[in-house]
Structure formats: structure tokens, C-alpha cells
């Protein structure tokens, strides 16, 4: 049985720009980046190449492969690949080479 009380989304926040998204569950934290206008650093979108790398300042995320291309070292120092990482919580990314996709003027 499903657990209708679990967030279907949450809330991202990319450093050190401060830009934030929504980001719905089940959905990879770089897809949901990109709906909002933000381009995370990225390439084969599959956990392998590690373009994406970045740090995960707080909260929580699960990843939608078994093993990402992520050292022990690397997940205990807080390192995700955001191109299969999903957010379980609301989260704050260290991701300094983001941009915006399309600029507000």
C-alpha cells in the first residue's frame, strides 16, 4: 500500500548562485533543474561519465541505478551524481558551475 502522506515534491536549492526549483519525487535532480531554467553540468545522464558531480549540503537523495559511478569516498564526503539522484528531501546542492538555461530580464 502506498504511503499517500509522503511529499511528492520538494525543494532544491543550488549554491553558490542560491537559485531555487521544485523537484518532484522519482524525478532526477538534473531533469528537474533543467524544467526550472537551470542547467546542472551534465552528459550521459546514466551515472557513468560523472560530469555532473557535484556536493550534497543537506538532505537526502536515492538513486535510480544500483550503483552510480561514485567512489566510497566520494558518498561519504557527500558527492552525488545528480543525473540519477532523486530527492527524498528538500536538498541544497554545491554545484558552482550551474547556469540559467534561459536568463529573466
Given at each position: 500500500m502506498?504511503?499517500?502522506?509522503?511529499p511528492t515534491e520538494f525543494e532544491a536549492t543550488v549554491l553558490p548562485a542560491g537559485w531555487c526549483f521544485t523537484a518532484q519525487?522519482?524525478?532526477?535532480?538534473?531533469?528537474a533543474a533543467q524544467q526550472a531554467g537551470?542547467?546542472?553540468?551534465?552528459s550521459c545522464r546514466n551515472g557513468t561519465c560523472r560530469a555532473c558531480l557535484c556536493h550534497l549540503r543537506s538532505g537526502q537523495v536515492r538513486y535510480s541505478i544500483e550503483w552510480p559511478g561514485l567512489s566510497i569516498d566520494e558518498k561519504e564526503e557527500g558527492c552525488i551524481l545528480p543525473?540519477?539522484?532523486?530527492?527524498?528531501?528538500?536538498?541544497?546542492?554545491?554545484?558552482p558551475n550551474a547556469t540559467l538555461i534561459d536568463p529573466v530580464a
Open positions: 502506498a504511503d499517500d502522506t509522503a519525487a522519482g524525478v532526477s535532480l538534473v531533469t537551470i542547467r546542472l553540468a551534465r543525473c540519477v539522484a532523486q530527492p527524498l528531501t528538500d536538498v541544497v546542492l554545491d554545484a
